[in-house]
């Protein structure tokens, strides 16, 4: 899943067809910017050990995202450098963690994209649980499983269905295209009101006050999703 569309773009796209929004939790930041990822989920419940991390992306796909769950705990970091050079070595595409990451100057610089609740230096102290590691995760509520898409970028993490991105990801680079055409017609001068003839949407909806600039521009064949 190379170039992935803006999360922006993505987000639209689920509303214009109807699928189900699920956004991770905004206090999900990525490690450094401009480093946008899209792959499938590869979920995990951490317990307290590398180990689960270790399995996890053992079997992973190539291209997935390793998806931890601790809780959003702010008292451990459990993911440090060791196990995001361990999953851009395998092939993985990037790491979402709810919870904290460590490291943070060696993750930036290996360029693996990491989406976190922020740093910490202190690693996990308790004992872990024996058994097998969880595949599964929850990021604040929002269920992730090996059957869902993870988009994120610098405004955020999203969950998609796999059987629903590759039409989501088609109308999201519509809309992307569309939203580009938009802002180059704009900066060659002609504003984003005359694009939309803004004018008229007004004079109208000052005789019908029901009518949205969404549906007046629907009818027009034309969008804007903000």
């Given at each position: 899943?190379?170039?992935?569309?803006?999360?922006?773009?993505?987000?639209?796209?689920?509303?214009?067809?109807?699928?189900?929004?699920?956004?991770?939790?905004?206090?999900?930041?990525?490690?450094?910017?401009?480093?946008?990822?899209?792959?499938?989920?590869?979920?995990?419940?951490h317990?307290?050990?590398?180990?689960?991390?270790?399995?996890?992306?053992?079997?992973?796909?190539?291209?997935?995202?390793?998806?931890?769950?601790?809780?959003?705990?702010?008292?451990?970091?459990?993911?440090?450098?060791?196990?995001?050079?361990?999953?851009?070595?395998?092939?993985?595409?990037?790491?979402?963690?709810?919870?904290?990451?460590?490291d943070?100057?060696?993750?930036?610089?290996?360029?693996?994209?990491?989406?976190?609740?922020?740093?910490?230096?202190?690693?996990?102290r308790?004992?872990p649980?024996?058994?097998?590691?969880?595949?599964?995760?929850?990021?604040?509520?929002?269920?992730?499983?090996?059957d869902?898409?993870?988009?994120?970028?610098?405004?955020?993490?999203?969950?998609?269905?796999?059987?629903?991105?590759?039409?989501?990801?088609?109308?999201?680079?519509?809309?992307?295209?569309?939203?580009?055409?938009?802002?180059?017609?704009?900066?060659?001068?002609?504003?984003?009101?005359?694009?939309l003839?803004?004018?008229?949407?007004?004079?109208?909806?000052?005789?019908?006050?029901?009518?949205?600039?969404?549906?007046?521009?629907?009818?027009?064949?034309?969008?804007?999703?903000?």
């Amino acid at each position: 899943m190379t170039d992935p569309a803006p999360t922006a773009a993505l987000a639209d796209a689920c509303v214009r067809l109807g699928v189900p929004l699920r956004l991770g939790p905004a206090s999900l930041r990525p490690i450094a910017p401009h480093a946008p990822v899209a792959g499938p989920a590869m979920p995990v419940t951490h317990a307290g050990s590398v180990d689960v991390f270790l399995e996890a992306i053992d079997d992973a796909p190539p291209g997935a995202v390793l998806v931890v769950d601790n809780g959003g705990r702010d008292d451990e970091a459990c993911v440090g450098d060791l196990v995001a050079l361990e999953a851009r070595e395998a092939g993985l595409a990037g790491l979402v963690v709810w919870g904290r990451h460590r490291d943070t100057a060696q993750i930036v610089e290996m360029g693996i994209p990491l989406h976190s609740r922020g740093a910490l230096p202190a690693g996990p102290r308790r004992v872990p649980p024996a058994g097998r590691a969880m595949r599964s995760a929850w990021l604040d509520g929002v269920e992730v499983t090996a059957d869902d898409v993870i988009a994120a970028d610098d405004d955020g993490v999203l969950v998609i269905a796999a059987s629903a991105w590759p039409q989501v990801a088609e109308a999201a680079r519509q809309i992307q295209a569309i939203e580009l055409a938009q802002a180059e017609r704009m900066r060659g001068g002609e504003s984003l009101r005359a694009q939309l003839d803004f004018a008229a949407y007004r004079a109208r909806q000052a005789a019908e006050p029901d009518l949205s600039l969404r549906r007046y521009l629907a009818e027009r064949g034309g969008a804007i999703e903000v």
